[in-house]
């Protein structure tokens, strides 16, 4: 079956312009979550959703980084005004969300550079 | 919130030689410890797990053993193969497992496996 996947693969744009990346997870998996992860780095923790609703926004850095999952599927990181130190690789993972059924399953990551 | 320390940050072995990577935990509540495999361009996967009720599972070649009190778990693979060369990352979650949890990740491991 379809695995995780996200689009586009890579995106390239200038320091202060708007973001979207997009995230369509394993059908029937409930649990969404966001990463970002720099060069060098394990995948740093940004956003969970438990169907529709942001269970844990945590990580998220600042309010120029917003997500959303309207129906409970496919979700979409937004960053405005971009700045450099946002460069990174932005990984979407889901899982089932059964009790017990911890497995996340990762998709290919989307390359963002900010110039 | 959870603390994850992985070393070493690289390890180059010859094919078929063994290799062993650690990681230590902070929370002593941690009960789910995962390891996954990133390679060149590829989302992580997930290769092996251990729940905090076993102290080993294995999987062919891979093992993971887990001791609580000292806090650290450890990934062996046995009879490395060139394929087996990869970014190895180890990660726990920052809270008991409930099946919603984030994962915090270790700064992984790269391993070589020479010909």
């Known amino acids: 079956g379809a695995g995780v996947s996200q689009t586009p693969s890579n995106k390239v744009t200038e320091k202060g312009k708007y973001v979207e990346l997009r995230c369509d997870p394993i059908?029937?998996?409930?649990?969404l979550y966001w990463y970002r992860q720099s060069l060098g780095q394990g995948p740093e923790f940004l956003i969970y959703f438990q169907g529709t609703g942001a269970a844990d926004d945590s990580g998220l850095p600042n309010d120029r980084f917003f997500a959303v999952r309207p129906e409970g599927s496919v979700s979409t990181l937004k960053i405005q005004r971009t700045e450099r130190g946002d460069s990174a690789v932005y990984l979407c993972?889901?899982?089932?969300?059964?009790?017990?059924?911890?497995?996340?399953?990762f998709g290919p990551g989307t390359r963002l550079t900010v110039l | 919130g959870e603390n994850v320390e992985q070393h070493p940050s690289t390890l180059s072995v010859q094919e078929g030689d063994s290799a062993v990577i650690k990681c230590t935990y902070s929370?002593?509540?941690?009960?789910?410890f995962p390891w996954y495999k990133q390679e060149l361009g590829k989302g992580p996967q997930l290769i092996i797990d251990?729940?905090?009720?076993?102290g080993e599972k294995k999987d062919q070649r891979i093992a993971v053993t887990l001791n609580k009190t000292a806090k650290h778990f450890s990934l062996h693979i046995t009879e490395t193969q060139p394929e087996d060369s990869a970014v190895y990352f180890c990660a726990a979650p920052p809270r008991p497992n409930s099946g919603y949890s984030t994962l915090t990740f270790g700064k992984g491991t790269m391993l070589l496996v020479s010909p």
């Open positions: 251990i729940r905090s009720n076993v």
């Open positions: 993972a889901s899982s089932s969300g059964l009790a017990g059924g911890s497995e996340q399953f």
């Open positions: 059908s029937g998996h409930t649990a």
């Open positions: 929370d002593s509540a941690s009960n789910y």
